[in-house]
Nanobody
Framework: QVQLVESGGGLVQAGGSLRLSCAAS????????MGWYRQAPGEQRELVAR???????TSADSVKGRFTISRDNAKSTVYLQMNSLKPEDTAVYYCKAERGSYAYWGQGTQVTVSS
């Protein structure tokens, strides 16, 4: 059974930092592209950052220079370090595992940035 369990969300003031973690089980983690997505109320889910099996990354323009995605294959965990947070970063953040034609999602973790 595949499980993606996010943690690290919470309430933070603008300018602050949070680090999200997503622990995966039931997949060959090292062979999956891992991604962080977010969804604000009334908005569509959007890509925040993605890291491929060999470590190359992509990220949304809105978070470049502020957010960093990384992975630890030995721990089957992907991280999202979020610095200089803004109120517009408020959303539920979801972890996603992709390989070939399949994809799995975590349950999400709430990030709220107060002004």
């Amino acid at each position: 059974q595949v499980q993606l369990v996010e943690s690290g969300g919470g309430l933070v003031q603008a300018g602050g930092s949070l680090r999200l973690s997503c622990a995966a089980s039931g997949i060959v983690f090292s062979m999956n592209t891992m991604g962080w997505y977010r969804q604000a109320p009334g908005e569509q889910r959007e890509l925040v950052a993605r890291i491929r099996p060999f470590g190359s990354t992509t990220s949304a323009d809105s978070v470049k220079g502020r957010f960093t995605i990384s992975r630890d294959n030995a721990k089957s965990t992907v991280y999202l370090q979020m610095n200089s947070l803004k109120p517009e970063d408020t959303a539920v953040y979801y972890c996603k595992a992709e390989r070939g034609s399949y994809a799995y999602w975590g349950q999400g973790t709430q990030v709220t940035v107060s002004s």
